[in-house]
């Protein structure tokens, strides 16, 4: 089958396949290419299939055209739907170059060379032939990544309005909460990375609700101790339903702290100071601006002027003094608005 027996010295080099029938081309070429790439070799159609079945996938494929049994521009064809990415490279005589161009056209093969083929000439084709693999394979990679940000928006925004679903007086809050963390994170100097962290976490932070009987959610009235308990216990689902993701994008972290104060009265785990991390004091600032400013089934809203007096009259003690010096200015001297701010605030 093949000389190599998919011996790979080098898992970081390209893999290239030679297919001919002339054994002593083949060997010329082994010797030429070998110290740049894995080189394998085949001396028919058939043979290389097998080859790219036991040893693939290969970066780039060069074939004769005229071999006994299936010829180049077959094995070419086939090789293109088996294996997309593959370039592949066809080696032909004069007499053939309008079957070369045909097959060109029709997507099998990425470049032809005429034979003979100065050993130099191809030596550099399948350089650049390799240059060109790398490329298709960044553009597939970015696409992919494209569409898992698409997927994962489309994801986010779907958990995030399942929420609020649940709980007409949540409506849009989550909305408003992540644009006024944003205001203040972007104040605060946070990178794009954090800032995306942050977004996220504030799209989902009451994810945990999810938990919660909707009659607790939309009852007028104050809550029981217990009730309220399982109400308190949201955070911390949020981050059960979250804590998979990746440990370097702490949203699950951000969003299980969210309820958390510098002096500690906060919940569930009544951290303090600076062991609550960033985004989640964030976080909690632009939440009570935002719950205090909307309608709840047991008040009407509290305005805008007692939301930022309350968190003015807790900075440093409820709230990261700087967080809450940043929203303040944003309100009082930047002419920030909550997004859908009722009326009577
Ligand atoms: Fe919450």
Redesign the pocket.
Known sequence: MTDLQCNTVDATRDKVLLVDDDQNLLESLVRLLRPEHEVFTARNGDEALGVLVACGPFTVVVSDLKMPGMDGIELLSRISRTSPDTVRVLLTGHADLQAAIDATNLGYVYRFLTKPCPPEVLRLEIAAACRHAALLRDQRELLSLKRCKVLLEGVVLGFSALVEARDSYLAGHQQRVTRLALAIGQKLDMTEAELETLRIAGLL??IG?VYVPADFLSRPGLLRQEELSVVQM??EVGYEILKHLDQDWPVAVIIRQ??ERMDGSGYPQGLSGRFIVQSARILAVA?VVDAMCSHRPYRQSLGLASALEEIEKNKGRLYDERVVDVCLDLFRNQGYSLAEQPENT
Do not use: L
């Open positions: 932070h009451d609700k949201h955070p969210h309820h939440d």
